[in-house]
């Protein structure tokens, strides 16, 4: 999320009540999670883990519990709890506005779209021509999508991201500030979740489409003409490239990537990045040839602990 405007690292300071080590005016440009820091972003970490990552990311504003080295080129603002002032920020720079009228009159809706009767349509939202969207769909703000899109009934877009840290007192919930993009000539099925980015976009590439009861966690990519079927569940920071097929009940861990031409068999597990061009199946997900080795071996542990019980 980029701010309206370049802020000092001192306003930002005053903003969260924090202690800050750099220069009075050095330019805040926005915030954003460590998978899309850019320079001029600010970033949070809390836990000694993940501080190198932070401090060495592209962001150059880390917002850290602990006064430690700064980096050179970059300034530090110092939190005793950097997840509570990242959602301090979100407040201050993209705050929820409850909404008045079923469709916003912030909301542009292009030509020969049709929307149907009981959708929501949020705050800013950005619709392109020649869309349907069907009732009963919710399209939450800032949500952006692009031409020749169909929309079935049931479907959410922007809900909020699944993240949270744990507190004595329960479950903090981070605040999402990003949005979903559907690009061109994308249909989704009924009953959809797409969540939004925490900071930046969630995406579905041009041309793919996707069948009812999907649901694509914050921050993912989806590429171009891909195919996923129903009951699919695919976690945050998920790339996916183009021209993948993805069967029912998939489910896909959070952060990895699956490369171009990829099909994944129904109810496959998939646990770690796969290389493009190949057929998977199993839990954990496996190439064909790797889990078809596999199941014969396991196939002939019964034969070889026969053998073993008669040389006793």
Known sequence: MKFPRVYKLKEIAEIINSEYVGADDFSVLGMNEIHVVEPGDIVFVDHPKYYDKALNSAATIILINKEVECPEGKALLISDDPFRDFNKLTDKFKAFVKSDLSISSTAQIGENTVIQPNCFIGHNVVIGNNCVIHSNVSIYDDIV????????????????????????????????????????????????????????????????????????????????????????????????????????????????????????????????????????????????????????????IPEILEKLKNLK
């Open 145 to 300: 999508i692009g031409d020749n899109v169909t929309i079935h009934s049931g479907t959410v877009l922007g809900a909020n991201a699944f993240y949270y840290k744990k507190r004595p007192e329960g479950y903090d919930r981070l605040k999402s500030s990003g949005r979903v993009v559907i690009k061109d000539n994308v249909d989704l099925g009924a009953s959809c979740t797409i969540d939004r980015g925490v900071t930046a976009d969630t995406t579905i590439g041009e041309g793919s489409k996707l069948d009812n009861q999907i649901q694509v966690g914050h921050d993912t990519v989806i590429g171009r003409n891909c195919l996923i079927a129903s009951h699919t569940g695919i976690a945050g920071c998920v790339i996916i490239g183009d021209d993948v097929t993805i069967w029912g009940q998939v489910g896909i861990t959070s952060g990895i990537t699956i490369g171009d031409k990829t099909v994944i068999s129904a109810k496959a597990g998939v646990s770690k990045s796969l290389e493009g061009g190949k057929h998977y199946f199993g839990i954990p997900a496996e190439d064909f040839r790797t889990k078809y080795k596999e199941i014969a071996s396991i196939k002939k």
